[in-house]
């Protein structure tokens, strides 16, 4: 009987011990659920916090847009798109022409060039070992020698395309010649700076000729200078024998 009482005791305490527990969890678990939910529902610290002083926060965001968005500067000049001009890029003016003459008499010379005149000499025929030059029906070669002596810095050449001439009024064309005439060379080289030299040009002119006139405007662009010459017959006159030795 004492053991019956004893058992039912037993049941009873716990069953009461067990309702402690289920309380107890069933609370803790209200209370996470209270909790969770005000966590939720509550606003953000950082969404709700608002900036202490709201008129400054829009002063700053308007000079930061002021500063972003700056309005173009009238007194600056733009070179974004233009590309800047070198100081030293001045436009060249174009030398004022100047004539020069150079006769049978008289040289011609400047701060860049002397130009002497040598001879003139008509041929009818030039022999050579292999070839014999030969003028046309009733013309003759005439051919002018001259000295040229480059006293400028620069090197300078001889154009043959910067020649013009006319003989009795008529225009003419300088030719060539297979032989070298006295062995001279031909005057179209390049003459270096401080040098000299020696040659011929040539024409076909009719044989009873009055009167031979020749310009060369080659230097015209560099300093101006137009060089004209007129010769008759009365200035034929022999060159020395070429050599080179005569002209360094």
Known sequence: MRKRVFIAVLIISFCISVQGCGKISNQNNADNANNETQVSTAPSAVISQKPQNNENSTDNNNIQDKETNKPYDSDSPDTSGTPGIPEDNVPVETPAPKPGKLSAKEQYSDAYRVIKFLGLKEYKTLKGDNYTDKADK?????????????????????????????????????????????????LFTNIEAGKTIGGFIVWEVPKNWKKFQMEYNAWKNIDGLVLTAKFTPDDLKDPIIYNANDFN
């Open 138 to 186: 009733n013309k003759k070669f005439l051919v002018l020698f001259l000295s040229i002596r480059n006293t400028s810095t620069d090197n300078d050449y001889i154009n043959p395309n910067y020649i013009s001439a006319k003989v009795d009024g008529k225009n003419i064309e300088h030719t060539f010649l297979v032989n070298d005439p006295k062995s001279y060379p031909t």
